[in-house]
């Protein structure tokens, strides 16, 4: 955790969102393609690459989900600004 | 049940407030056509719907949605932020400001507040998924009439995603309903309701 990176800025959180958009719509994809292997493969890809990237932004910067937070001395999941508080 | 994830599906960051602009994004949270209104409507259609493909397709839409309200609400709130009140008087945010200062309110651009009228559970899957295409054009056309009012990039580039999402929202529950017509009696989709009349679903 650091407070000197912006949480939503940073290329931790870029690749959370690229990986994390990835999937998403890999995943509704195979609701309506259920046995397509090209897109199976991909989503078994991606999967790897966002879960690597939510373990780096959250060793780094902070929990996105509250099953993340890291508990030493102090509830890190308020701790940082949250997606919407950006400065302009 | 859900869990939140600490982030927008979509990054918004909003240099210039702009009063007059979060008013009119405002329909695409509380609006008729708006996200709100969209992910009700397919979290509430899941229940009735007897198909899984369909029922995965609701479900995920309708998550995806949670996530398009919070941008679109992140635009309003980061358009208002720092307002004078020479700005409120000359941009006719006056009223919605008198009403909720700066708060997140579901209502229409117009302010109408938000109603469950603008959509309907039918309990047909037919008829479901045709209203929801219907929907996911509705909404699109409403990001294109903002992109008609939007010059500022900061506020383009969040709605220019959501609308792309609308397209590929389409063309997942045109699937889904095209994998409902393959379960129903070729000759006569509309012989029965398959998630009503017992017996019939296959």
């Known amino acids: 955790m650091s407070d000197r990176i912006s949480p939503c800025g940073s290329e931790p959180m870029l690749r959370v969102s690229r990986a994390g958009f990835a999937l998403s719509d890999a995943a509704l994809y195979l609701d309506t393609h259920p046995q397509d292997a090209a897109a199976l493969a991909y989503y078994q890809k991606m999967r790897a690459i966002h879960d690597a990237a939510v373990a780096d932004y959250t060793a780094q910067i902070g929990p996105l989900s509250a099953n993340d937070v890291l508990t030493d001395n102090e509830w890190a999941w308020i701790k940082n600004p949250w997606p919407w508080q950006t400065e302009g | 049940m859900w869990n939140y994830e600490r982030r927008l599906q979509c990054p918004v960051s909003v240099k210039n407030p702009n009063p007059k602009l979060a008013q009119v994004i405002l329909a695409a949270y509380g609006g008729p056509d708006g996200e709100l209104g969209a992910s009700m409507r397919y979290l509430s259609q899941r229940f009735s719907m007897p198909y899984r493909g369909a029922i995965g397709v609701l479900t995920d839409i ?56 603008a ?84």
């Open chain 2, 62 to 117: 309708g998550t995806e949605e949670l996530g398009h309200l919070e941008i679109v609400s992140a635009l309003v709130y980061q358009l208002t932020r720092n307002l004078t009140p020479e700005q409120i008087e000359n941009s006719g945010f006056a009223p919605y400001y008198v009403d909720h200062t700066t708060g997140i309110y579901p209502c229409s651009a117009a302010g109408v507040p938000f109603s469950a009228g």
């Open chain 2, 119 to 202: 959509f309907q559970s039918k309990g047909d899957p037919i008829t479901d998924l045709t209203e929801d295409l219907a929907a996911e054009q509705k909404a699109r056309t409403t990001y294109d009439n903002l992109l008609r009012l939007i010059d500022d990039p900061d506020v383009r580039e969040p709605i220019r995603f959501l609308r792309a999402r609308e397209i590929i929202h389409f063309q997942r529950f045109g699937e889904a309903l095209r994998n409902v017509q393959e379960q129903l009696d070729a000759k006569n989709f509309y012989a029965f309701n398959p998630a009503f009349d017992p017996g019939a679903k296959q």
